[in-house]
């Protein structure tokens, strides 16, 4: 890895048939801006074609049939095969399996689907001829979160694709399949890529901040910071994008001083550092340009140090209402 860089997001597809969009995946994570590589390719189906280029491409290659199995014996050897190669997303491409719900739980936010329609348009199967039946003017892709729920799951990203007049659900399905190849790879990019993307990071630490008592946004010392407690009100929080040449993207948090800074910076230097100009006054930085950010961490950190700077009055109201 070059000097600098971030590390790629390790993904394994899963396929069962040509794997055209696996192979699109493939080339897109050869490009100096990919975000991603692919470390696996699995498939249902022992004789799917797109086994054969990958293996040809050198990515490691995994197959085991479903026939006669378990739904959820199957899903344990196919997830088995993507952990062993130290997948950290799952990117189904055209797997025509029905997943059970405990393995898409387990990898709730880290597994997305491609599915050729206009969602939440036409979930299942025969998209194109649905499409060309209702007489709508266009078709395309949807690239989403597998949710429990079939074809349901957060929408990442759409493509629109014209309907023509003369179309059949082959021609269409030909070009929705251009369309798809565009968008899958630009969408993984970006969902693998944003954990260390400044706009994205501070997105979420905004709307976390913003949910407390009073919160309101100011800017200080040229980065955004909230504080509680109206115009005389102190700061409970700031992010720092690189911050005079510091390598990270953090929340600056207070902790209750310097022993407690310390302690926590032993125990955990990947997650947390002394922030320059601020760690004398207690403000603990907590790294969040790193692919394992632990939110429900950064939101503690945020309540706490809300906490420790709001006024009495609104103290007593959040203590009431974590009673309930
Ligand atoms: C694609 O149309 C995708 O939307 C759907 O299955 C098809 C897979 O095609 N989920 P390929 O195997 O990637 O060529």
Same mark, same amino acid.
């Given at each position: 890895m070059p000097e600098g860089a971030n590390p790629k997001a390790k993904i394994a597809v899963f396929i069962s048939g040509t794997g055209t969009n696996m192979a699109a995946l493939l080339y897109a994570s050869r490009l100096p801006t990919a975000n991603y590589e692919i470390v696996l390719v699995a498939s249902n189906a022992p004789d799917a074609a797109g086994l054969t280029l990958a293996a040809e491409e050198g990515v490691a290659v995994f197959a085991h049939a479903h026939r006669g199995m378990e739904r959820s014996d199957h899903d344990s050897i196919m997830e088995q095969a993507a952990k062993?190669?130290?997948?950290?997303?799952?990117?189904?491409?055209?797997?025509?399996?029905?997943?059970s719900d405990s393995f898409v739980e387990r990898w709730a936010g880290r597994m997305l689907n491609i599915h050729p329609s206009l969602l939440p348009k036409y979930r299942g199967?025969?998209?194109?001829?649905? =499409?060309?039946?209702? !007489?709508?003017?266009? $078709?395309? #892709?949807?690239?989403?979160?597998?949710?429990? +729920?079939l074809d349901a799951g957060e929408i990442l990203g759409q493509s629109d694709v014209a309907i023509m007049p003369d179309d059949t659900a082959e021609t269409l399905a030909?070009?929705?399949?251009?369309?798809?190849?565009?968008?899958?790879?630009?969408?993984?990019?970006?969902?693998?890529?944003?954990?260390?993307d400044a =706009?994205?990071?501070? !997105?979420?630490?905004? $709307?976390? #901040?913003?949910?407390?008592?009073?919160?309101? +946004?100011?800017?200080?010392?040229?980065?955004?910071?909230?504080?509680?407690?109206?115009?005389?009100?102190?700061?409970?929080?700031?992010?720092?994008?690189?911050?005079?040449?510091?390598r990270?993207?953090?929340?600056?948090?207070?902790?209750?001083?310097?022993d407690e800074m310390t302690a926590l910076i032993e125990r955990d230097p990947d997650v947390f550092y002394r922030?320059?100009?601020?760690?004398?006054?207690?403000?603990?930085?907590?790294?969040?340009?790193?692919?394992?950010?632990?939110?429900?961490?950064?939101?503690?950190w945020l309540e706490r140090s809300w906490q420790s700077v709001a006024p009495k009055r609104l103290t007593k109201l959040l203590d009431i209402a974590n009673e309930f």
């Open positions: 062993d190669a130290g997948a950290e997303y799952i990117v189904l491409a055209g797997y025509m399996r029905i997943l199967l025969d998209t194109h001829q649905r =499409a060309l039946d209702a !007489g709508d003017a266009s $078709a395309g #892709a949807t690239v989403h979160l597998v949710s429990s +729920e030909e070009r929705v399949r251009i369309a798809e190849h565009q968008l899958y790879p630009h969408i993984v990019n970006d969902y693998t890529g944003r954990c260390f =706009a994205w990071l501070l !997105g979420r630490v905004r $709307a976390l #901040a913003l949910q407390l008592p009073e919160a309101e +946004e100011r800017e200080s010392h040229g980065s955004p910071g909230w504080r509680t407690g109206g115009k005389t009100g102190k700061f409970f929080a700031h992010f720092n994008d690189q911050h005079h040449g510091e990270h993207i953090a929340l600056l948090a207070k902790t209750s001083g310097q922030p320059k100009y601020y760690g004398a006054s207690g403000w603990i930085g907590l790294i969040l340009n790193r692919p394992d950010t632990d939110w429900t961490q950064v939101e503690h």
